[in-house]
C-alpha cells in the first residue's frame, strides 16, 4: 500500500493534460458531458470501467446486467464514475463438436486486447470486471496484469443443472445415472451461470480468487443468489478503495499468489485448462512457467473437493460447504498465507475463522477423493515437452496405467464418424491429432468425442490421447495438449495404427513403442496434414500461436 496520497484522476485527467490550454480542450469535455455528466464531475471524480461480458448467446453470462448494475451502484455511492462497456464472451458448450469450437480459444487473446484497447483509449483510472466462463474468466486476470490499474474481478457464479430438482437425486455426476433421461438432465442447464461442475468456468473462476482477484467467496455463489448481488455492489465500493491506497494487481498477483492459485486448482480438481491458462496469465505477470510444477505440487496436495466430474457433488455444494476460503483453509499448512487480496485482507485473516460445513464436500486431507492433485503432467517420446491430464476423473483406476494399440485420426470429426460406426475397438488407446493451437487451428476441445464414449457401456477400457484439448468435464484416461503438436512435425504425427502405447500417470510417462530412430525415419517422410482454412481470423492465429506448453499465447516477435 502506497503511504504517499493517491492521485485519484492521473490517467483520467490525462485526457486533457496536453490540450487543457487550448480551445480543443472543449471537444473530449463536450463528448463526456454528452454521455450526461456535468464538468465539475468529469474534473473531479475517477473515471472506472465497468467491463460487461453479458449477452444473449451465453447462459453463464445472460444475468451479468444485473451484477454490473450492482456493481455501478457501489461506485457511484463511493464517488466514482462508471463507465460500462461490452467484449465478446463465446460459449464453449454451443460450439462443441462443430467448427465453432476452432474459434473458442482465439477470444481469450480477443478479449484482452479489446479490453487494453478500450481503457486505454479513454484512460480510464481502474477497472472492475464481471464474467463467467471458460475463456473469459482468464482474459480477465491476464487483462489485470497487463494494465496494473486497480483492478477487482466479479464471478458470475455457478447455476444448476434440471436434475437438481428430480425427486431421487443422489448427486450430480453424470457417471452415477444408468438411464439416458437422467443423463441428459445432468448436463441441462437449469438456470443462468456457469455449468454447475468444476469444468473450465468454474476452476477458472475459483482461479480468480485463489489470486486474491475477488471478494471471499465470490467464486462459488450461485449466479442467481442474493449473495451475488451483494457481492457485486460490494467490489463496486471496493475498487474505489484500491484506486485510494494505490492498490494494483501486481501487488496481489505475484508468484507466490501464483503458486497458490497451483495449489487450489489441483485440490479441487479443476479443468485441465488450468494447464493452459495458468501459463498464459504467468506471462502477463512477467512469470516463466514450467508445467513440471503441476507435478511438484500434485505430490503434496490431494484432491479434496468431491466435485463433479471427479466427485459427487456441483459447485453449488462447493458454495454451501464453505467455498474457497474452505478449501484453502484445508491448504493451510501448503499455501502462502501472507498474500494480499482486493479485500484488502491477508489470505491468513480470510481463512483464520472458516470451517468446513459439509465434510463430505470438501473432503479432510486424510480422506481425500484422490491422493494425489487433479491434474498432472505426463512426458515421454510422445509428448517430449509435456501432456495434461485429469487423474482424479478417471473412474476405473486401473486405466491409471493401460496400453494399448493405436488408432489414429487427423480430425475429431473422423474420430467421431468411426466411434459411430462401431469401428473404434474396446482396449484401444484413440489418438486424435491436427487439433493443436496451429493444427486446430485454434486448439479445439474433444467434448463431443469423450462425450459419446462415455455413454458406450461396452467402451470403458479406451484412453484418448490429443494434441487438442479436453473440456473441464471431461471424464477418463483423456489425455490432452500434447506437445509439440502433430502441425509442427511432433512425435504424434507419426503414430500409426498398430503402435503400441503406454500411459502410465503415476510415473508420468507417455510412450509410443517405438524407437527414436524410427520416429526420425518416420518424420523425413513425413509432411504436415492441411485442412482447407480460410477464416483470417484463424489463418493469423495459427501464424502467432505459441505451443500449448507456454499456454497458446500470441507472439508477435
Known amino acids: 500500500m502506497s503511504e504517499e496520497k493517491v492521485d485519484l484522476k492521473k490517467r483520467s485527467n490525462r485526457i486533457f493534460e496536453v490540450i487543457k490550454q487550448t480551445p480543443f480542450y472543449y471537444v473530449p469535455l463536450g463528448v463526456i458531458k454528452g454521455l450526461g455528466l456535468e464538468e465539475k464531475e468529469i474534473n473531479k471524480k475517477p473515471f472506472i470501467g465497468v467491463v460487461n461480458t453479458w449477452n444473449e448467446i451465453n447462459p453463464g453470462h445472460k444475468h451479468l446486467n444485473s451484477l454490473v448494475e450492482a456493481v455501478k451502484y457501489g461506485i457511484i455511492e463511493s464517488g466514482g464514475i462508471p463507465f460500462e462497456f461490452c467484449t465478446v464472451a463465446p460459449c464453449d458448450g454451443w460450439s462443441e463438436g462443430n467448427p465453432g469450437m476452432r474459434f473458442i480459444l482465439p477470444h481469450r487473446e480477443i478479449i484482452v486486447d479489446s479490453i487494453e484497447a478500450m481503457i486505454e483509449a479513454h484512460s480510464l483510472d481502474a477497472m472492475v470486471t464481471v464474467s463467467s466462463c471458460d475463456k473469459i474468466n482468464p482474459a480477465m486476470l491476464m487483462v489485470a496484469a497487463r494494465l496494473d490499474i486497480p ?13 437438481f430438482f428430480e425427486p431421487d437425486y443422489r448427486g450430480t ?10 443423463k441428459i438432465k445432468c448436463i441441462t442447464c437449469a438456470s443462468y451461470g456457469a455449468c454447475d461442475l468444476m469444468g473450465t468456468a468454474n476452476t477458472t473462476q475459483c482461479i480468480m480468487e485463489a489470486f486474491g482477484m475477488t471478494l471471499p467467496n465470490a467464486a462459488t455463489s450461485p449466479a442467481f443468489s442474493r449473495a451475488k448481488i451483494v457481492m457485486a455492489k460490494e467490489s463496486g465500493k471496493r475498487i474505489m478503495t484500491l484506486l485510494k491506497e494505490g492498490i494494483t494487481p501486481s501487488q496481489i498477483m505475484t508468484r507466490e499468489s501464483l503458486e497458490n492459485a497451483i495449489m487450489v486448482n489441483l485440490a479441487i480438481g479443476g479443468s485441465t485448462n488450468s494447464a493452459l491458462h495458468l501459463p498464459a496469465i504467468a506471462d502477463e505477470m512477467g512469470i516463466e512457467f514450467d508445467l513440471d510444477l503441476f507435478n511438484e505440487y500434485s505430490k503434496k496436495i490431494p484432491s479434496i473437493a468431491n466435485i463433479s466430474p471427479a466427485g459427487q457433488y456441483g459447485v453449488t455444494d462447493l458454495y454451501k460447504a464453505g467455498g474457497i476460503p474452505a478449501v484453502m483453509s484445508r491448504l493451510k499448512d501448503f499455501i502462502h498465507l501472507d498474500c494480499l487480496t482486493v479485500s484488502g485482507k491477508l489470505i491468513k485473516k480470510i481463512i483464520r475463522k472458516v470451517k468446513v460445513l459439509n465434510d463430505e464436500v470438501i473432503r479432510p486431507l486424510s480422506n481425500p477423493v484422490f491422493p494425489e492433485g487433479g491434474t498432472v503432467i505426463l512426458k515421454g517420446n510422445l509428448a517430449p515437452k509435456g501432456a495434461v491430464i485429469k487423474q482424479s476423473a478417471i473412474e476405473h483406476k486401473e486405466m491409471l496405467q493401460f496400453e494399448g494399440p493405436a488408432v489414429c485420426f487427423n480430425s475429431e470429426v473422423d474420430a467421431i464418424n468411426a466411434l459411430v460406426k462401431k469401428e473404434i475397438q474396446n482396449g484401444t488407446v484413440v489418438v486424435i491429432r491436427y487439433e493443436g493451437p496451429k493444427g486446430g487451428p485454434g486448439f479445439p476441445e474433444m467434448l463431443a468425442f469423450t462425450a459419446t464414449l462415455s455413454v458406450l457401456r461396452d467402451m470403458d477400457r479406451v484412453a484418448i490421447i490429443t494434441d487438442g484439448r479436453f473440456s473441464g468435464g471431461t471424464q477418463g484416461p483423456a489425455i490432452g495438449h500434447v506437445c509439440p503438436e502433430a502441425y509442427v512435425g511432433g512425435p504424434i504425427a507419426v503414430v500409426q495404427n498398430g503402435d503400441l502405447i503406454k500411459i502410465d500417470i503415476p510415473n508420468r ?24 482454412i480460410k477464416s483470417k481470423l484463424l489463418l493469423k492465429y495459427r501464424a502467432l500461436v505459441t505451443s500449448a506448453a507456454k499456454g497458446a499465447i500470441l507472439k508477435y516477435d
Open 173 to 182: 455426476e453424470i457417471r452415477y445415472y444408468e438411464e439416458m433421461e437422467y
Open 151 to 163: 483492478t477487482i474481478c466479479v464471478p458470475g457464479g455457478p447455476g444448476i443443472r434440471e436434475i
Open 509 to 532: 510417462t507417455l510412450n509410443v513403442e517405438i524407437t527414436d530412430d524410427e520416429i526420425q525415419e518416420r518424420l523425413k517422410k513425413w509432411k504436415p496434414f492441411e485442412k482447407d
